[in-house]
């Protein structure tokens, strides 16, 4: 009979315990954005962009010759609808970006950084190696020097200087540092990645008074690394700041319609970024 009574004490303790704490986790559920893991993520928004000097190396059947220390742009379009216009989205410079939580800290993610790249025109460089009929498009200045004459070169990725990459990347919630009180109404992290990719521009050129060409082309390669703040509201929505930099190599820059024709250049970028996107539980 002891046993018995013993026996009947222990399982209604149990099942008093595991009441209290189902209880107690409907009254004290964690937060929605206590946790990332399995999470997926979805940005799009604008870039400005700067771009350190660059050689540029041209070739083709009767030409080789490199430019020195060739100065370039963005070509922003401010705040414009086409950011939102379906059939205009392509046209400003822009970011889109799709990620995963691979654990409640890091995400993995593919994106496309729509870059423009725009060589500035009459300016006077330095230059070596030959081509045809030098003089014949106003470029010729003393000191071994051209004018960037637009007869002479014009030299953009403006359909764009497209980035396309995967990040590995690390977020931390600053709310406690800050104490924010409710996480689900208003949550602020920081994010630190690095990422890796391929360059696929629309390189718009005209090359010695050649047939201006523009086409897509696999031109190179380029890594990056990233660090920003991502402002979420009521759980889902989100706007994210990053400052982006990173190294880029194409050395296949299609220039005119004749394959032998080529270009390329290597230079480093600096990004800022401002996007607005949506993250949600898989």
Same mark, same amino acid.
């Given at each position: 009979?002891?046993? @018995?009574?013993?026996?009947?004490? @222990?399982?209604?303790?149990?099942?008093?315990?595991?009441? %209290?704490?189902?209880?107690?986790?409907?009254?004290?559920?964690?937060?929605?954005?206590?946790?990332?893991? $399995?999470?997926?993520?979805? %940005?799009?928004?604008?870039?400005?962009?700067?771009?350190?000097?660059?050689?540029?190396?041209?070739? $083709?059947?009767? %030409?080789?010759?490199?430019?020195? +220390?060739?100065?370039?742009? !963005?070509? =922003?379009?401010?705040?414009?609808?086409?950011?939102?216009?379906?059939?205009?989205?392509?046209?400003?410079?822009?970011?889109?970006?799709? $990620? *995963?939580?691979?654990?409640?800290? *890091?995400?993995?993610?593919? $994106?496309?950084?729509?870059?423009?790249?725009?060589?500035?025109?009459?300016?006077?460089?330095?230059?070596?190696?030959?081509?045809?009929? =030098?003089?014949?498009?106003?470029?010729?200045?003393?000191?071994?020097?051209?004018?960037?004459?637009? !007869?002479? @070169?014009?030299?953009?990725? #403006?359909?764009?200087?497209n980035?396309?990459?995967?990040?590995?990347?690390?977020? +931390? !919630?600053?709310?406690?540092l800050?104490?924010?009180?409710? &996480?689900?109404?208003?949550?602020?992290?920081? &994010?630190?990645?690095?990422?890796?990719?391929? @360059?696929?521009?629309? &390189?718009?050129?005209?090359?010695?008074?050649?047939?201006?060409?523009?086409?897509?082309?696999?031109?190179?390669?380029?890594?990056?690394?990233?660090?920003?703040?991502?402002?979420?509201?009521?759980?889902?929505?989100?706007?994210?700041?990053?400052?982006?930099?990173?190294?880029?190599?194409?050395?296949?820059?299609?220039t #005119?319609?004749?394959?032998?024709?080529?270009?390329?250049?290597?230079?480093?970028?600096?990004?800022?970024?401002?996007?607005?996107?949506?993250?949600?539980?898989?």
């Amino acid at each position: 009979m002891k046993k @018995l009574i013993l026996f009947v004490v @222990l399982v209604t303790f149990c099942v008093g315990q595991k009441s %209290y704490c189902q209880d107690s986790k409907t009254t004290n559920p964690d937060k929605y954005t206590k946790h990332n893991k $399995g999470k997926m993520y979805i %940005y799009w928004g604008g870039n400005r962009d700067n771009y350190t000097k660059s050689n540029i190396h041209f070739k $083709g059947a009767d %030409y080789d010759f490199t430019l020195y +220390d060739v100065v370039a742009e !963005d070509k =922003p379009k401010g705040w414009h609808i086409d950011y939102i216009n379906p059939g205009r989205m392509t046209i400003p410079q822009t970011n889109f970006r799709i $990620g *995963y939580f691979i654990t409640d800290h *890091y995400n993995i993610s593919l $994106g496309v950084d729509h870059m423009k790249y725009v060589m500035e025109q009459n300016r006077a460089v330095n230059y070596s190696g030959y081509y045809p009929n =030098p003089g014949n498009y106003g470029e010729i200045l003393p000191n071994n020097q051209v004018l960037l004459t637009e !007869d002479f @070169l014009t030299f953009e990725h #403006t359909d764009g200087l497209n980035y396309v990459n995967t990040e590995f990347s690390r977020v +931390d !919630d600053l709310s406690g540092l800050l104490k924010l009180p409710n &996480t689900d109404k208003f949550q602020l992290n920081i &994010t630190e990645g690095v990422g890796i990719g391929v @360059l696929y521009p629309k &390189t718009n050129a005209k090359v010695l008074g050649n047939e201006r060409h523009d086409d897509f082309h696999i031109s190179g390669y380029g890594v990056s690394a990233k660090v920003g703040l991502n402002f979420t509201f009521f759980k889902h929505f989100f706007i994210q700041t990053e400052l982006k930099g990173g190294y880029i190599n194409m050395n296949d820059i299609r220039t #005119t319609k004749d394959s032998a024709d080529s270009a390329s250049q290597e230079f480093f970028f600096l990004q800022r970024i401002i996007a607005v996107g949506g993250i949600f539980q898989l």
